[in-house]
Nanobody, 118 residues
Framework: QVQLVESGGGLVHPGGSLRLSCVAS????????MNWYRQAPGKQRELVAM???????TYADSVKGRFTIARDNDKNTVYLQMNSLKTEDTAVYYC????????????WGRGTQVTVSS
């Protein structure tokens, strides 16, 4: 069983920055890609950023150039650095590890609230 625990959310003004962290329990963290999703009120959950086990990152068009995903395999942690935040970035942000491609399960954290407001 894998547990994902997010932290770092909060209230920030437009243009501000936050760094989210997600710590994964269990072993083999370095083997799997890690994802950050978000879900705004009344909207579907969307993929924000993904980082492969080799460290290659991809981003949603809406956050390119503003968000950076990174991982520290020694700490079993994935980060999401969010800069130049906009009101439309307001959402609950979820950490995800989808291991179904390698015979595992799809794991989600409980989420952390990010609110961008003046």
């Amino acid at each position: 069983q894998v547990q994902l625990v997010e932290s770092g959310g909060g209230l920030v003004h437009p243009g501000g920055s936050l760094r989210l962290s997600c710590v994964a329990s269990g072993s083999a963290f370095s083997v799997y890609a890690m994802n950050w999703y978000r879900q705004a009120p009344g909207k579907q959950r969307e993929l924000v950023a993904m980082i492969s086990n080799f460290g290659s990152a991809t981003y949603a068009d809406s956050v390119k150039g503003r968000f950076t995903i990174a991982r520290d395999n020694d700490k079993n942690t994935v980060y999401l650095q969010m800069n130049s935040l906009k009101t439309e970035d307001t959402a609950v942000y979820y950490c995800n590890s989808d291991r179904r491609g390698l015979g595992g399960q799809n794991y989600w954290g409980r989420g952390t609230q990010v609110t961008v407001s003046s």
